[in-house]
């Protein structure tokens, strides 16, 4: 029984060392997990890190885009505004110059007036005013008298005209 027992503490032996090496190789184990946990957080940091920053280059290009676009796009407003502008003021400029009279048609036409005005005013003086119409059934002329002024003529058949 000895042999037996012999081999069956060498077995408990073998067991053990078995055991302590199987806990010293988990103890292993998790010190190199840690450390593997540890480098993995580590790359995500810098991989994380390293994609914002890249983000944020794009970013700020993007803004500095977007800003020389809003520049473009105020000043192509403010040129179409000024041109727009311009067109509007041009064309009532247009429109009486080619619709009203020169210098030289306005005073032709005031010298007109005048002659007209000067005409009228010598008809005026030569009996214009006298108000002359068809009477009776013969259609004869007569005219309009002043029955408040003389009469004039030998027979007194002379009478004054209304308004003169």
Not at 47 to 64: F, K, P, Y
Request: charged share 30%; proline share 2%.
């Amino acid at each position: 029984m000895e042999d037996k027992t012999m081999e069956f503490g060498l077995l408990l032996e073998a067991a053990r060392a078995q055991q302590t090496l199987a806990h010293t190789v988990l103890e292993k184990l998790k010190a190199h997990m840690c450390a593997l946990d540890e480098v993995v957080r580590e790359e995500i940091r810098r991989t994380l890190i390293d994609e914002l920053q890249v983000l944020g280059n794009d970013s700020r290009r993007a803004s500095e885009a977007l800003r020389g676009l809003g520049r473009s796009v105020n000043l192509r407003v403010a040129l179409w505004s000024v041109g727009i502008t311009a067109l509007c003021a041009a064309i009532p400029l247009v429109a009486a110059w080619w619709l009203l009279p020169s210098r030289g048609e306005v005073a032709a036409l005031r010298s007109k007036r005048d002659e007209l005005a000067a005409s009228v005013a010598a008809l005026e003086q030569r009996g214009a005013r006298i108000d002359l119409r068809r009477c009776g059934g013969t259609d004869r002329l007569c005219v309009r008298v002043d029955r408040k002024a003389p009469v004039y003529g030998e027979a007194a058949d002379y009478f004054v005209v209304k308004g003169y």
